[in-house]
């Protein structure tokens, strides 16, 4: 879906980008080493701002970041964590347009991931999980809906070939063309060493 996302853009349908949102949020961490901050290098910026900044280079074809703005705090999970629970980031590309990034670790009911682009001429919403999945009610429960969903009692979303939606199948088949092939991959190292840099400018503001 968000590849579709960018065709509006690069097609100029929806104008000159302004501003672009993402969040991913749920109300834990994959990995229990994302708690120690001594190992993981963060909080939630670390571990899910990197999506969101690269989100914004790749929908705009990497201009150079002008600033860089965040408020971390931890809300929920002082015990378990030195680090950030919720943040807000913001990222100012030159030529003016601004990406507004959402991450947590203190939503509940399972992965909520979304996005938006604001243009010119145009907007646009994108729902990951939730614009592909069965909202459903069961008072019994039932055995999967969607990634982190704690429970699958009352209300869900119970979503519909999730690893596809993630676009993991799709990404593990660029990989192995790259390598295959020896096509260019989209995405190299000095894309997560710039990611990387931003996430530090993230902490230090």
């Known amino acids: ?3 579709w996302l960018k065709q509006f853009i690069d097609s100029g349908d929806l104008g000159t980008p302004s501003l672009f949102k993402q ?3 749920n109300d834990w961490p994959h990995a229990d080493h994302f708690w120690d901050v001594d190992r993981s290098g963060g909080g939630v910026a670390m571990d899910m701002g990197c999506h969101a900044i690269e989100f ?3 929908m705009l074809g990497r201009p150079p970041i002008k600033s860089v703005y965040a408020h971390l705090s931890r809300q929920v999970h002082q015990e378990k964590t030195r680090g950030d629970d919720n943040a807000l980031i913001i990222v100012e590309f030159e030529g003016g347009c601004v990406g507004l990034a ?3 670790w203190t939503k509940h009911g399972g992965m909520d991931d979304r996005a938006e682009v604001h243009g010119s001429m145009g907007v646009a919403y994108a729902d990951l999980l939730h614009g592909h999945a069965i909202e459903t009610y069961s008072a019994v429960g039932y055995d999967y809906a969607v990634e982190k ?5 009352g209300w869900t979303f119970s979503i519909y070939e999730e690893e ?3 676009g993991f199948h799709q990404e593990m088949a660029h ?3 790259a390598v295959r092939l ?4 989209s995405v190299t190292g000095e894309d997560g060493r710039a990611v990387l840099e931003t996430l530090f400018a993230v902490y230090q503001s």
Request: aromatic share 22%; glycine share 4%; hydrophobic share 35%.
């Open 149 to 153: 969903a704690g429970v699958t009692t």
């Open 182 to 185: 020896n096509h260019p991959a």
């Open 56 to 58: 914004f280079r790749w």
């Open 164 to 166: 596809w939606n993630y």
């Open 1 to 3: 879906i968000y590849l």
């Open 102 to 104: 959402e991450e947590s």
């Open 23 to 25: 969040s991913e949020k």
């Open 175 to 177: 990989f192995v063309d």
